[in-house]
T-cell receptor, first 114, second 115 residues
Framework: KQEVTQIPAALSVPEGENLVLNCSFT??????LQWFRQDPGKGLTSLLL?????REQTSGRLNASLDKSSGRSTLYIAASQPGDSATYLC?????????????FGGGTRVLVKP | NAGVMQNPRHLVRRRGQEARLRCSPM?????VYWYRQLPEEGLKFMVY????????ESGMPKERFSAEFPKEGPSILRIQQVVRGDSAAYFC?????????????FGEGSRLTVL
């Protein structure tokens, strides 16, 4: 059974500092991994999707790496801004799962202080 | 192209009442997934449906919960005789095909409060 863990659970940094969010998963047989952002009381916004054959994906200040063999992904957010404050969720699409069923981590709550 | 539409966005029910949550997938998507997010927790898978078929309901509680995705109309998650522990955000997601390399697109969620 796939289990996804995100560390740390919460993170507080001053504006301008780089953010490093970690995600680990127990079953490395995955199709892909997705990073989402969730603002309080809101839905999920997809940030990056990394296929199992890829090592990383980049979008603007965001960069996500994937090491499938060790079951790890890291989301880097460069030069953080107060607007980056949100909860960041990692989710994996496991080969044994039906369709595009995702298993989520518990999230990392980020606060960027001005 | 409208995204995944969920309604109602907020629903208040008293213990013992029924809650019905609706989800219209993105245009062209025939696969729907329901997730539940309890306060301060991550999202937990509940059920995966295609039109008129339940594919995987391994995350669905055995009692009081049911889901359907009829040939016409939205997918519906139904909770009978709600209890306080059912208070949560319920998210729907859709995808266009059964191929496993795609993204899931999420709705804004329906927030159920049981008094």
């Amino acid at each position: 059974k796939q289990e996804v863990t995100q560390i740390p659970a919460a993170l507080s940094v001053p504006e301008g500092e780089n953010l490093v969010l970690n995600c680990s998963f127990t079953d490395s047989a995955i199709y892909n991994l997705q990073w989402f952002r969730q603002d309080p009381g809101k839905g999920l916004t997809s940030l990056l999707l990394i296929q199992s054959s890829q090592r990383e994906q980049t979008s603007g200040r965001l960069n996500a790496s994937l090491d499938k063999s060790s079951g790890r992904s890291t989301l880097y957010i460069a030069a953080s801004q107060p607007g980056d404050s949100a909860t960041y969720l990692c989710a994996v699409n496991t080969i044994q799962a039906a369709g595009n069923k995702l298993t989520f981590g518990g999230g990392t709550r980020v606060l960027v202080k001005p | 192209n409208a995204g995944v539409m969920q309604n109602p966005r907020h629903l208040v029910r008293r213990r013992g009442q029924e809650a019905r949550l609706r989800c219209s997938p993105m245009k062209g998507h025939s696969h729907v997934y329901w997730y539940r997010q309890l306060p301060e927790e991550g999202l937990k898978f509940m059920v995966y449906l295609q039109k008129e078929n339940i594919i995987d309901e391994s995350g669905m509680p055995k009692e009081r919960f049911s889901a359907e995705f009829p040939k016409e109309g939205p997918s519906i998650l139904r909770i009978q005789q709600v209890v306080r522990g059912d208070s949560a955000a319920y998210f729907c997601a859709s995808s266009p095909t059964t191929e496993n390399t795609g993204e899931l697109f999420f709705g804004e969620g329906s927030r159920l409060t049981v008094l």
